[in-house]
């Protein structure tokens, strides 16, 4: 992602993308064509489980995530905390339930600007060649040189610090990436058989671009894109621990993990639980992105 | 030779200017008056506000104080930070061979791990060992480098004693210690890395693995490791060295957080740290600095396809480039 | 964990020393040097024997923050900087044990009846680190070039001075514009610090190599990671320092700063985190120098801004909060009391009577008094009758500060009152503060300066320091006794005049005062032991910092 200053996840982000590119052969020899394992549906489920709190967060039977009592800061879980309460008394549990709906408002948005916006770019760019790709790639070249962070700052100064601004913003510097993804596959793909056929045939460019190429360069972006949301969720956290995440008293689980390291000698579950919650989350994207991948992949080749 | 060139490095210098130029708007528009930040609230009388703001010709229009920063930098004057009074050159001189050193340690702990690790799993693709260097893998993508960081210091430095939390000593002083001080914000930085490298080492080889040669190789009857060391490694790194590659640059921009958490006088901390304060002359000679080794990494990673490598897929390297 | 016992000294006047000081000055050892004290107080419980002093060796501290410059008037001394200072330069006076201005570096000082006349006699003898002699013309020159200087962020403090003039090779004269009988305090601070002139006029890099007549010499400075200092050999205090090098390590993380000190990474850290300081008093082997001072965190109001600009609102604010709750999540139960005042109990401005008038802790006064605000069809928001109080409140983006700044949003919240969480940057912050440009904001207030000084920077109309915009006619009038009379149940009078009326008022409000710390490896001896010249005590750890030329490593 092209947030460099960051974080290094954030650079491996870009490695990681650039996978899959057209060489890329997942499906080793040896690998026996079989349904998904008890792994993935766990991560689906918690998936699920995650989403359903993001969106009925404010309906479900926890404490308000906001109202403090100090008396019982601190608390390991028990009986009334099922996972424990922060630094000012708070029900980790309820906050983690709302934190839900930023860290998934946060990434499907980023990541949907990122690919909608680069990812047509980088399609168009691959396609048509000439001046567009040149002055595209100079404009991505300088996003990418750009410290992300002196940009992140001076709109969150400007806009304030909202869900949406921040959003929007690790959206905006995550284009590059996508349109470098779309790019590479686009230039791939129109050197395949099938549309030097259609091209021969008389098709139009628009149909090349939309009936031939695209379907073939969207689904391995899509595919990717569950692996981005987790590297955007992590990226949260870390701009949390600057003080840049979503403003308080809104929790988030980069606030929660960034609030809790200070009571980390005394009270590590207050840091551990949004921690694990965190990591459980990424590392189910990651396991159904690499799933679905797989299965695009498969079909991309039966073309 | 002499035209690709001038054709390559036109494009580049625009590139470099605009993201100075952006900077130079971008930092101008921050709130916060950076004459207020040099006095402190108890220095900043108005007319200490005004004096200073002069002093530095805060007060010109933004196109004005542009093109006398960059007449500077033709000259190979970055100036000087209006916090500390010491030379942006030397400053920038100063932090980045620490900020590269603990990257360059991250990319080699990183590669340690993962030529072995995503060989084998090509190797045994599907097998149980591919499905635990996975699974693994996977786990680590999803560690945030900060809390590793943290945990890395309870265990490594609190509990074990191994390396010191922080402490950074240069390599000029002492190797030894050096080293022990790089090794944990190494480590921290290298997990997330490790998995990447994995992943794409995997993947090509998988492909390498399924060509002729190799299976000649195979009846060959050359002993495994061989094979995979000595034919498969070379072709099947080449999305691994572009990545690699290109994460150089990356690196020189450090990582803030883990050079806060383990006190490393590194340029990520510089950078944030003089955006907080509002030192406009230092933040625009790092962003200047990071965005040289970009454009230069990524130009020798295009010469290096181009010229070096005799299997170069030319499509595959102009779409990554 | 049990408090630990905390010495409480009340003092009590000393302006018979002054007079004595005044008329001339000319007793045999009498050269305690005098202006109005205030203090916080140190402690030593509970820390391991001290020993017998020990020559050589090196030790390590961690301290909080970089410092941008070491030459006074661009330089901004953070307690972490004034630390590194003090190794590095003797200050003219300091505070003892019982919070007097006495001399260190300076052999004496005398004040003129009028209080705008401060000589100042300096030691014969001393020698900057670069060989030239300490004289009153290198003092007069560096004021007049670096500290009264435009752009120099020390130019406030020293704004009342019309001259300073070099009497004879040892005698400085410092003549003020208007009397300020506080003025022996801005002697005390950076403005006091001898420093070197040809160093200082050395070009634009004098601010990293700073020659002082400290006992030590500034040595390797790696920005950002470390500061060597060495032992000057030809320091004029006869065996001191004890060390032979300190490294002074910034390291911003608090939670890493105290991983390195169980580490053993370093010898000493410093913190100002309550919850931090509970944590280093728990350790095996490690001891704490605590000094509770009078600076307490605070939220504070622009009351020329509505809806801050009514003091019903204001007093339901204070009263709206629950100092103990505020306490607690900050980890300072038990260890820093409530503020109610500028000063913590410890100082001898402390003023029972503000304290009993402070509002604070009342849930059901607050509602009454919004209410009160709300149904009033004058209210100052223009808003409509029945309409909730709704203002921004500001903080930076420091994890315990947004969690506090939460739990006064749940307090105000409590009494029908909406505030917007705003976190802005440290710079922003300033300036905006600056400006006027906010309603509420997270601050600290109070320091251990003179009273005089804190309340003309923070209360007076025309001062560029008074965020609140807040001036009242009982507070100049206190203000110029404070200014004006050196008699110390005057000033004491004075002091709680201003007191009152700022509980009255609520321009701002107060969590607690701040307890600071010094914890050390137990081999580390004599942290809070330091002594003047004459053998006086001093005052000890002031927001954890010490004097290091008195700090020695047991064997």
């Known amino acids: 992602m092209a947030v460099p200053l960051l974080e290094p996840e954030a650079h491996a982000e870009g490695g990681a993308l650039g996978t899959i590119g057209p060489g890329a052969v997942p499906a080793g020899p040896r690998s026996r064509r079989r349904g998904h394992g008890p792994l993935f549906w766990a991560a689906v489920v918690w998936l699920l489980l995650v989403a359903f709190c993001a969106l009925f967060a404010t309906w479900l039977p926890v404490p308000d995530p906001n109202a403090p009592n100090v008396i019982d800061k601190l608390s390991m879980p028990t009986w009334d905390h099922p996972l424990g309460t922060d630094g000012l008394g708070r029900e980790t549990l309820s906050r983690l339930v709302h934190g839900a709906r930023v860290s998934l408002v946060v990434s499907l948005t980023a990541v949907s600007v990122g690919m909608v916006v680069g990812g047509l770019l980088g399609m168009v760019a691959g396609f048509f060649r000439g001046w567009f790709e040149a002055a595209l790639m100079a404009v991505i070249n300088v996003i990418l040189a750009f410290p992300g962070l002196v940009l992140l700052l001076v709109l969150l100064a400007y806009v304030g610090q909202s869900l949406g601004v921040i959003s929007l913003t690790i959206g905006f510097l995550s284009i590059p990436v996508y349109t470098r993804v779309a790019r590479a596959n686009t230039l791939a793909v129109a050197q395949r058989e099938f549309v030097m056929a259609a091209h021969t045939m008389g098709a139009s460019r628009a149909r090349l671009l939309f009936r031939e190429i695209a379907p073939n360069v969207v689904l391995p972006v899509a595919a990717f894109g569950l692996v981005a949301m987790g590297v955007v969720i992590v990226l949260e956290g870390a701009l949390a621990f600057l003080g840049l995440s979503v403003e308080a008293p809104a929790s988030t689980w980069g606030g929660m993990i960034a609030e809790g390291k200070r009571h980390l000698s005394t009270a590590p579950q207050v840091a551990l639980v949004p921690s694990a919650a965190m990591f459980l989350t990424v590392l189910s994207l990651n396991f159904v992105g690499d799933a679905l991948r797989r299965k695009f992949d498969v079909r991309e080749a039966n073309l | 030779m002499a035209r690709s060139l001038t054709r390559r490095v036109v494009p580049l210098a625009a590139t470099l200017i605009a993201v100075s130029f952006l900077t130079f708007l971008l930092t101008s528009l921050l709130p916060g008056d950076p004459a207020v930040q040099i006095l402190g609230p108890q220095g900043a009388t108005p007319e200490a506000v005004a004096r200073v703001r002069a002093d530095l010709h805060l007060d010109d229009p ?17 100036g000087r930070s209006y916090r500390t009074g010491q030379e942006v050159r030397d400053a920038i001189g100063e932090r980045l061979p620490v900020t590269l050193e603990i990257g360059g340690m991250a990319i080699v702990f990183a590669l340690l791990g993962a030529i072995p690790l995503g060989m084998l799993s090509a190797y045994r693709a599907g097998g149980g060992v591919d499905r635990a260097v996975t699974g693994t893998s996977f786990a680590l993508l999803a560690v945030p480098s900060f809390m590793m960081a943290i945990v890395l210091i309870l265990v490594f ?16 002083d002492d190797v030894g210690d050096n080293l022990r001080g790089a090794v944990l914000p190494a480590l921290s930085i290298s997990i997330g890395e490790l998995a990447v490298y994995t992943r794409l080492l995997r993947s090509d080889t998988i492909a390498t693995l399924q060509e002729d040669y190799i299976s000649l190789a195979r009846a060959k009857g050359m002993p495994t490791f061989w094979i995979l060391l000595r034919h498969a490694l070379r072709p099947s790194s080449f999305s691994l060295l572009t990545v690699v590659g290109l994460q150089i640059g990356a690196i020189m921009s450090g990582s803030v957080l883990i050079e806060t958490l383990f006190a490393l006088p590194g340029v990520g901390r510089l950078l944030v740290d003089s955006i907080y304060q509002r030192d406009l002359v230092m933040v625009q000679g790092i962003a200047l600095v990071v965005a040289v080794s970009y454009v230069v990494v990524n130009f020798a990673v295009d010469i290096v396809y181009t010229y070096l490598d005799p299997r170069i897929r030319r499509g595959r390297a102009a779409a990554r480039a | 964990m049990t408090p ?35 203090s916080g107080s140190s402690t030593t419980a509970e820390v391991s024997p001290q020993g017998d002093p020990v020559r050589g060796g090196s030790i390590t501290v961690g301290i909080e923050a970089e410092t941008n410059s070491w030459l006074p008037g661009s330089a901004n001394f953070s307690n972490a900087g004034i630390n590194v200072a003090l190794a590095i330069y003797d200050p003219l006076f300091r505070r003892d044990a019982d919070g007097v201005l006495h001399p260190y570096l300076a052999e004496k000082m005398a004040v003129s009846d009028d209080l705008t006349e401060w000589t100042v006699t300096l030691r014969s003898g001393v020698k900057f680190h670069d060989g030239t002699p300490l004289t009153a013309q290198a003092m007069k020159t560096t004021f007049d070039t670096y500290i009264n200087a435009t752009g120099s962020n020390l130019a406030g403090q020293v704004k009342d001075v019309q001259s300073v003039t070099a009497v004879d090779e040892l005698t400085l004269l410092y003549t003020l514009a208007a009397p300020n009988a506080a003025f022996g305090d801005v002697l005390a601070g950076a403005v006091g610090w001898a420093f070197s002139p040809t160093a200082a006029a050395s070009g ?18 790696q920005r950002d990671s470390k500061l060597v200092l060495t032992r000057n050999p030809d320091y004029w205090q006869e065996g001191l320092p004890y060390l032979d090098e300190i490294v002074f390590r910034p390291i911003p993380d608090e939670d890493t700063r105290i991983s390195s000190l169980k580490t053993g990474d370093v010898d000493a850290v410093q913190s100002l985190r309550q919850s931090a300081i509970r944590q280093l008093q728990d350790l095996d082997g490690v001891d704490t120098y605590e000094f509770l001072g009078n600076n307490s965190g605070s939220a504070i109001f622009n009351t020329s801004v509505a809806p801050l600009d009514d003091v019903r609102v204001r007093r339901a604010l204070a009263y709206a909060l629950d ?29 029972e009577a503000v304290a009993a008038a402070w509002p604070t802790g009342d849930a059901e006064e607050a509602a009454k008094l919004i209410d009160e605000y709300v149904n009033d069809p004058e209210r100052s928001d223009g808003k409509a009758v029945g309409d909730p109080v709704t203002f921004t409140f500001d903080c930076p983006p420091d994890p315990s500060l947004i969690e506090l700044s939460q739990l006064y949003q749940a307090f105000w919240g409590g009494i029908g009152v909406e505030v917007d969480l705003n976190q802005v940057e440290q710079a922003t912050h300033v300036s905006e503060a600056i400006a006027g440009d906010y309603q509420a904001k997270c601050w600290r207030v109070g320091d251990q300066g003179d009273p005089y000084r804190t309340f003309t920077d923070a209360f007076t109309a025309d001062s560029p320091l008074n965020f609140t915009r807040f001036s009242h006619p009982r507070i100049d009038e206190a203000l110029d006794v404070l200014r004006t009379t050196a008699d110390n149940e005057a000033r004491k009078a004075a002091v709680e005049d201003i007191s009152m009326v700022l509980a009255e008022e609520v321009p701002n409000t107060f969590t607690a005062a ?14 809070d032991g330091w002594t003047f010249p004459d053998g006086t005590k001093g005052e000890g750890v002031p927001g954890a910092t010490t004097m290091w030329g008195h700090v020695w490593l047991a064997e």
């Open chain 2, 62 to 78: 933004l196109l004005v104080r542009y093109a006398r920063w960059v007449g500077d930098v033709a000259q190979g004057d970055l």
């Open chain 3, 204 to 221: 634009p890099d004098a601010g990293s190599h700073p020659v002082g007549t400290g006992p030590f010499l500034f040595g390797d400075w």
């Open chain 3, 323 to 351: 100092q103990d709750q505020l306490i607690e999540v900050l980890g300072g139960t038990g260890i820093t009391p409530a503020e109610t005042q500028y000063f913590s109990e410890d100082s001898p401005y402390y003023s």
């Open chain 3, 514 to 527: 701040t307890l600071s710390v010094l914890a050390v490896q137990e081999n580390v001896k004599n942290v």
């Open chain 3, 4 to 38: 630990k016992p905390r010495s409480h000294r009340r003092l009590i006047a000393l302006v018979a020393v002054l007079a004595l000081a005044a008329a001339g000055c000319g007793g045999g050892d009498d050269d305690d040097t005098t202006a109005p004290e205030s």
């Open chain 2, 157 to 172: 430095a609190e509990q074990l004693g191994w390396a010191p939390a922080t402490g950074w000593v240069r390599l000029s």
